[in-house]
């Protein structure tokens, strides 16, 4: 966590907590997938949260190929200067509070049962970590876990694990630029902040060099699974995940009808998704969305739709 100098300093307990969880009113934000880097810049107008620029800078094929553990950085001074073209071309001012969105396989998703992590309030971070380190191949001193704690208690727990050497990589771009990196967040959770959904929604990130297939009711993740480049990469085990998922779905989480199926993928995906996820589900997926009131008229709807993640996130820090 990188703080600016006119924030006080928080304790570790504080600093950890905010990485995926609470972005602070980020006037920034910077995406990263294997496509392109995308920034967004937002100011209040008439009280309300606008943007004022959005820019996105394409990566050749092979230069940013993320995993769980490496920032996937194969050529480092194109990504570098990518992300400095982005920030320069939103204006992104100094010590301006940053939100970066990173690739979800970057991370590992648990979502546990509540029995499971059941414990004293004072103890219940602790075993989620616990439980969460034996699926991380990081040493102890290096993983960072993050429990997240549903309002309802019959909704499983969602415990996050991640690297901090591998998200150091990303925060850096950032403090390089003179920004100060207040949140951090994955893509697919990004895209949840967005979503006011009752009922069964699914929802499919697909980046060419990952896969995350998410099931959430009544807005809370009920089943969430990220595949790497080999899956992602292959139409047919893209199929299957998709398929696994609706069966997961009918006979272990009681599901009858999805409200919604949203999808966030290039042009070239978005149709094969789309046909897998009606077949599966017998639902019509339609393309995840900015939140509505940080569209931008006379933008391309193709860069608004790249951006559906970082908008989200933004849209949730006010």
């Not at 190929?65 to 992104?92: H, Y």
């Not at 967005?194 to 995350?212: A, C, F, I, K, M």
């Not at 900015?290 to 709807?301: E, K, R």
Request: proline share 8%.
């Amino acid at each position: 966590m990188i703080l600016s100098p006119s924030r006080r300093p928080r304790s570790l307990a504080q600093r950890l907590r905010r990485f995926f969880l609470e972005p602070d009113r980020a006037q920034v934000a910077l995406e990263f997938s294997s496509l392109a880097l995308v920034g967004a810049h937002v100011e209040w107008r008439a009280g309300k949260p606008g943007v004022r620029a959005l820019v996105s800078e394409p990566l050749t094929g092979g230069a940013f190929c993320p995993t769980l553990e490496d920032p996937g950085f194969v050529r480092k001074e194109e990504i570098k200067d990518a992300a400095n073209r982005v920030l320069a071309k939103i204006a992104a001012p100094p010590l301006a509070r940053l939100a970066l969105v990173v690739p979800d396989v970057v991370a590992r998703f648990r979502l546990f049962p509540p029995d499971e992590v059941r414990a004293e309030l004072k103890n219940r971070d602790a075993l989620v970590a616990f439980r969460m380190q034996k699926l991380l191949p990081f040493s102890p001193a290096d993983t960072r876990v993050i429990a997240v704690w549903p309002k309802s208690p019959a909704d499983p727990v969602l415990g996050i694990g991640f690297s901090r050497t591998v998200l150091a990589p990303y925060e850096e771009l950032g403090r390089a630029f003179g920004l100060d990196v207040g949140s951090v967040e994955t893509s697919s959770m990004a895209l949840m902040k967005g979503l006011s959904v009752e009922g069964d929604t699914l929802l499919v990130r697909h980046d060419p060099t990952w896969l995350t297939v998410t099931l959430t009711r009544n807005g809370w993740p009920v089943s969430l699974r990220t595949f790497d480049a080999a899956v992602a990469q292959s139409p047919e085990d893209v199929r299957r995940e998709i398929a696994s998922t609706a069966v997961f779905w009918r006979d272990r989480l009681e599901g009858k009808q999805l409200t919604a199926a949203l999808v966030h993928a290039s042009d070239f995906w978005l149709d094969r998704l789309r046909g897998s996820i009606a077949a599966a589900f017998g639902c019509v997926a339609q393309r995840a969305q900015p939140p509505s009131d940080l569209m931008i008229a006379g933008v391309p709807n193709a860069m608004q739709w790249s951006a559906a993640p970082a908008l989200a996130l933004l849209g949730a820090s006010y």
